[in-house]
């Protein structure tokens, strides 16, 4: 039995090495190339990089025009937007289609499945010409917008499903101490749907990097 757990543990931990690696070696390989020049860069791409050129971080650093760091500050706050309204949209839309009965439900439901139809491709054009109605070209708020909307079919599917799967007999009991639906909401399906928030906050980062 021993033997069998320290092969079975032996085998997991050879399996997350190989993930481990697969995840790093594009970050080593980026670094690298960082630290080359162009013509090293195409002739030897996977190279160490000898001897290491410095002077290209701090050029991108110390850049004083539409500088490295405005962009990360641009980037920070599209993903943190973005992730937190989809967070927030799809966990109250989530609640009422999966805890809550009311007319028109089932087409409500149907739009969003046809919602996951639609990739942005698909809708570019239409939502360049409402963006430029909006007066929201080269706007942060723009891409905000778009990102968070195309996201929320899918995740809205996650978590309805989660919420859907919690007993009934909670949310009864909640409605005998006085919860409202929202204190329901907030103060027993939320800590309860930790994790599925968090995949959805990681889905939608992954979905950004992209």
């Known amino acids: 039995m021993r033997k069998a757990k320290l092969a079975t543990r032996t085998f ?24 080359k020049t162009r013509g ?69 439901l149907q739009s969003i499945y046809l919602g996951l139809m639609f990739p942005i491709n698909v809708a570019i054009l239409p939502v360049y010409f409402v963006l430029r109605q909006l007066n929201l070209i080269d706007n942060l708020w723009g891409v905000i917008i778009v990102q968070t909307a195309f996201q929320l079919s899918g995740n809205i599917m996650i978590l ?18 006085g919860c409202t639906a929202f204190d329901f909401f907030w103060r027993v399906l939320l800590p309860l749907a930790k994790p599925a928030l968090a995949a959805v906050a990681a889905l939608d980062y992954d979905h950004q990097l992209e």
């Open 160 to 177: 309805r499903g989660f919420f859907a799967a919690i007993p009934a007999e909670l949310q009864d009991a909640a409605y005998i101490d």
């Open 12 to 35: 997991q931990y050879f399996i997350l090495s190989i993930i481990v690696v697969i995840v790093f070696v594009p970050i080593v390989i980026l670094v690298f190339g960082a630290l």
């Open 40 to 108: 090293e860069l195409l002739s030897h791409p996977y190279a160490l990089p000898i001897p290491p050129r410095w002077e290209n971080i701090t050029l991108i650093l110390g850049q004083p025009s539409y500088s490295f760091w405005q962009m990360m500050r641009n980037s920070l706050m599209v993903m943190l937007t973005v992730t937190f309204g989809v967070v927030v949209i799809c966990s109250l839309a989530s609640f009422v289609f999966a805890r809550m009965d009311f007319r028109g439900k089932h087409w409500g």
